[in-house]
């Protein structure tokens, strides 16, 4: 009775798995192998026939679009460097320094920029950004410029600027998550055993909190990478990166180059989880700490 109760619950479990990943499969695999698929085609008018051709990826990778492809790595890779150094102060001092009651409260400001629209929160930087407002106004009030700066607006600066404050939200919540799942009484022992607060964090905090920054890195590098829209609103219509690029493409219709361009971007982001997954136990995120702990 027991072995066919234990049966019964094994197949229960199984099946309320069929849901979630029939709706994975259709929503996301599904296209993603299309979009493969396509990128061997060949454009046919405006719109493509089957074929199995690599001159989608060879005019990719051998024309002007290579450069924005490693422009592209380059910003992911600040910004996410930026963002990680601005968000890893924050959620230390959420997670071992701040009360519960009031660390729950603060991530939860975190969330309340995304009740805004996404194309509304980076117009909002032109505001701020720009000749006349208040970021200018205000260093040449405090004496640092004696006239606008120019550099604020349409360049590197205001783009890192709208991609760091974009995702740094997402990265903080995992470096929260593992920080508080640390256990207390290996820090506690560190000191015990006469090292220096530098020490313990060099040699303890920051190697178990290893998971969390490499999940904060896939959040910032890959959101980043495959951006669009802030790079045309704060870097201008000539600022290319690969989310815009791709864009650029299916503008003048040429599916096969969009889909093989996507495909490099997917390509780039599921190396990163695969050494992601190599790298760490999920369960190291997954567990324990995924629980509020009062």
């Known amino acids: 009775m027991g072995a066919l ?3 019964v619950a094994c197949v229960a479990r199984y099946a309320l798995l069929v849901l979630p990943l029939t709706f994975v499969a259709g929503a996301l695999l599904v296209p993603l192998g299309l979009m493969f698929v396509w990128s061997f085609w060949e454009r046919a008018g405006f719109w493509i026939r089957p074929a199995f051709t690599l001159a989608s990826y060879a005019e990719f990778f051998a024309g002007v679009r290579l450069s924005v492809l490693e ?3 380059v ?11 601005l968000a890893y102060p924050i959620a230390y001092f959420l997670a071992l320094r701040v009360r519960r009651d009031l660390a729950r409260n603060v991530l939860l400001l975190f969330t309340i920029p995304f009740l805004v629209n996404y194309i509304i929160r980076t117009f909002s930087w032109v ?3 720009s000749r006349t407002g208040p970021v ?6 405090a ?6 700066v120019d550099w604020l607006l349409f360049s590197d600066f205001a783009v890192f600027v709208g991609l760091i404050s974009s995702y ?3 990265m903080i919540y995992p470096l929260w998550a593992a920080l508080d799942g640390l256990d207390r009484r290996l820090v506690e022992a560190s000191w015990l ?3 220096s607060p530098r020490v313990t964090f060099l040699r303890v905090t920051l190697p178990l909190s290893m998971p969390g920054v490499f999940a904060a890195v896939i959040f910032g590098f890959v959101g980043t990478f495959g951006e669009s829209a802030v790079p045309i609103i704060l870097g201008g219509v000539g600022y290319q990166l690969m989310g815009n690029t791709i864009t650029s493409a299916l503008d003048v219709l040429n599916y096969p180059l969009a889909a093989a361009m996507s495909s490099v971007v997917v390509a780039t982001m599921l190396a990163f989880l695969l050494v992601w997954y190599l790298a760490f136990d999920l369960r190291a995120v997954l567990g324990k700490i995924a629980r509020w702990r009062f």
Request: net charge positive.
């Open 193 to 195: 055993l006469g090292a």
């Open 143 to 148: 004496g640092v410029t004696q006239r606008a």
């Open 71 to 73: 422009r592209s790595l």
């Open 5 to 7: 109760q234990g049966r």
């Open 136 to 141: 200018n106004r205000a260093l040449m009030a």
């Open 127 to 129: 505001y701020l950004l």
């Open 75 to 85: 910003v992911a890779a600040g910004v996410t460097l930026l963002g990680l150094l």
């Open 168 to 170: 740094m939200p997402f």
